[in-house]
């Protein structure tokens, strides 16, 4: 069979992948309405004093990205997996981590790009000192591509499964827990004027180990759950 | 032929592994009860009081070796699961899902005595400890696997989604133990354990013979359970057919 | 060639699920120009015969012996319904590789239109009847070069003249030494080819002794 340069089908695919986003646009602001409310809630649960947001912010901005990074991972492979254009791309000879890498980068590029470019708007409500605006951006700038990442793990194992989404969070969130804790402490210690140069290393350290590793385990379990 | 080959041929037939099994695990569960019974004798009644804590610390002597086989049997687990998943053998399969409810169970009894041990220190239930937390995570990993093995219909399609999170859970493990540590040092945060840097002979002793105890217990355990699945798998099989007309007979 | 002049070797495969055999083992061979037809009661074990022959699972008994990946056109069409019926060819041309050469554009046409849905190609895949989607998902055979192919079912949802397009289609593939596999399950047989058959026994029959 004539099969296709690598670079070529990772384009062809990000190409349609781009050009169905666009063409279910109004599905892709459920998740990014639902970050705004969640960080909507936490003034409104715990009253809206200054200093009391202020402490939390970092840790509030970063959780309601999570949930609503675990929203949009349920379809990132579940239109593909039930109309049959999994099963043609498994078969097609392309590396099947290429494919899952290509899938998640256009996941980020629609899902979590959006909510680094929220997160002024989100740190303004949560009243986050300026300090920490910038290392706020950087840290989502890192860590969102790592929620997809590994998230995509998740939505991989699950996608054959009826109600797949709700079992989804519980695979995914013990995964999350050091990338919270290092970007939450990250944004504090810019706030305090400490340090935060370590925890934004690890960070990119990890962005690059997901790179690297998460799409072979995200390939395993789509030719698990199409068998 | 590859005497290697031989011996995992050997090990992963059924009723190779049912029959050698059974006789294994009346010696386990002797092994369990006596090295149970000195642990505590030596752990309760002879080892040191701490200096700061008084009794409670003594409670150490289930926590710490419950913390440790719930790391243990996770462990084994994803290495279970990576044979699982390259060669297919249905063993391993069994063993996996076998153990995940055990190691789940260790974590629980972990979780409490660790809250138990804390009462008395810091006057509530629950202290954001390092290792409390840590464990916390590894029940949630623990019930992730167990749920995602009871979502699939196909047992050993089930299974081999169970071994795949196993891995990737195991992998992560260690760097979620990391963080939390990090993270509790940095909000320096309460912590439950002993005072003092390092254990008393006399200490160490009942904890070893409580760990050694608690792996015999989780070996009789998981053998028990993987037996009676494999019947269950293999009921319309000839050598559970004959098993059954021998028992009966 | 796997063995001797054979396209495709099968010998004693089967799959089990629920620790059950789905299929009582099967063995053939198939040659270059030859049509094998798979038949069998509902729920015997086709399309996991063909999911199995295309590699998405391993089998639990038996040796399959191939040369080259075959080309597989399953139950499902693989057609985004969001996307016209030209961009769906077109992503797929993209993707899989053809060695037709020529431009694009020019290439997706006559896809199109050996298909016969040039008056629907701009049309949303959602739009798109069951037997128009079956011609959509009929058109990698026209750009794909694989010598084997494993079709689950085609003849179901076509009309009369899509059952002539897929015969056609079909005869020039068997007459250029390709192969083919098809399933069906009973009314809808090819007309006009010199046929080999296979016919399956589901577990359950063997078990049961009875016939669905």
């Known amino acids: 069979m004539s099969r296709q340069a690598a670079g070529t089908a990772f384009t062809a695919l990000l190409r349609r992948d781009f050009l169905l986003a666009y063409r279910r646009r109004a599905e892709l602001l459920q998740p990014l309405v639902f970050l705004l409310v969640v960080v909507t809630l936490f003034p409104l649960g715990v009253g809206p004093s200054p200093g009391l947001l202020a402490n939390i912010a970092p840790g509030v901005i970063w959780i309601a990205a999570l949930l609503a990074t675990v929203l949009s991972l349920d379809s990132l492979f579940r239109s593909d997996f039930e109309d049959g254009t999994l099963e043609q791309m498994v078969l097609s000879g392309q590396s099947l981590a290429l494919i899952a890498l290509a899938r998640t980068v256009a996941h980020w590029l629609v899902a979590g790009l959006p909510i680094v470019l929220l997160s002024p708007l989100l740190a303004m409500w949560m009243n986050l000192p300026d300090e920490g605006l910038l290392i706020l951006i950087e840290s989502l700038a890192i860590g969102t591509p790592v929620l997809s990442l590994i998230g995509a793990i998740g939505g991989a194992l699950t996608v054959s499964l009826k109600r797949g989404g709700q079992l989804l969070s519980l695979l995914v969130f013990p995964l999350y827990v050091p990338l919270l804790i290092l970007a939450t402490s990250a944004v504090s210690s810019a706030v305090a004027g400490l340090p935060y140069t370590g925890q934004i290393g690890l960070m990119i350290a990890g962005l690059i180990a997901s790179m690297t590793l998460a799409p072979f385990a995200t390939a395993a379990a789509l030719k698990l759950s199409l068998s | ?249 | 060639m796997a063995t001797d002049s054979h396209i495709l070797a099968v010998y004693d495969l089967s799959f089990e699920r629920y620790f059950e055999r789905v299929f009582e083992p099967v063995s053939f061979e198939l040659d270059p120009g030859s049509l094998l037809l798979i038949t069998g009661s509902n729920g015997c074990g086709k399309t996991t015969l063909l999911k199995l022959l295309a590699g998405l699972l391993e089998p639990s008994e038996g040796k399959i012996l191939m040369d080259e990946q075959p080309l597989y056109a399953g139950h499902f069409p693989a057609i985004k319904d969001d996307l016209s019926v030209e961009e769906n060819i077109r992503f797929w041309m993209k993707f899989m590789g053809t060695r037709k050469s020529g431009q694009m554009t020019g290439l997706c046409e006559q896809v199109i239109e050996e298909i016969g849905l040039t008056p629907v190609a701009l049309q949303e895949g959602r739009t798109l009847s069951a037997g128009q989607r079956k011609r959509c998902s009929l058109a990698r055979l026209l750009f794909c070069d694989e010598s084997l192919w494993l079709l689950d079912e085609p003849y179901s949802n076509l009309d009369p003249q899509g059952i002539g397009m897929l015969d056609q289609i079909l005869k020039a593939h068997l007459h250029a030494g390709g192969a083919c596999i098809m399933t069906t399950h009973g009314s809808l047989r090819p007309e006009g080819f010199d046929l080999q058959e296979c016919h399956m026994i589901s577990g359950r029959e063997r078990y049961t002794g009875a016939r669905a």
């Open chain 2, 1 to 249: 032929m590859n005497p290697i080959y031989l011996f995992f041929h050997k090990t992963g037939s059924p009723p190779w592994f049912y029959n050698f099994s059974g006789k294994l695990i009346p010696w386990l569960w002797a092994g369990f009860f006596l090295l149970t019974g000195y642990g505590l004798y030596l752990g309760l009644l002879v080892a040191p009081a701490d200096y700061q804590q008084g009794e409670s610390v003594r409670i150490m002597y289930v926590h710490v070796p419950a913390a440790w086989m719930s790391m243990m049997i996770y462990g084994l687990m994803a290495i279970w699961g990576f044979i699982a998943l390259v060669w297919r053998i249905r063993i391993m399969e069994v063993l996996i899902i076998s153990s995940a409810p055990i190691g789940a169970a260790f974590t629980i009894i972990a979780l409490v005595t660790g809250s138990l041990w804390g009462r008395p220190t810091w006057g509530t239930y629950w202290v954001w400890d390092a290792r409390l937390t840590s464990e916390l995570v590894l029940l949630f990993l623990y019930f992730g696997v167990i749920a995602l093995y009871n979502s699939y219909d196909e047992p050993r399609k089930a299974a081999r989604a169970a071994s795949l999170m196993s891995i990737v859970g195991a992998v992560n493990l260690p760097i979620i133990h990391f963080s939390v540590v990090w993270w509790n040092t940095l909000h320096q945060g309460s912590s439950i354990g002993t005072s003092g840097s390092s254990i008393h002979p006399s200490m160490l002793w009942p904890l070893l013979y409580m760990a050694i105890a608690f792996k015999l217990y989780y070996g009789a355990n998981l053998l028990s359970r993987a037996r009676v699945r494999l019947l269950k798998q293999d009921h319309r099989k000839r050598w559970v057919k004959d098993l059954l007309s021998k028992e009966t007979s």
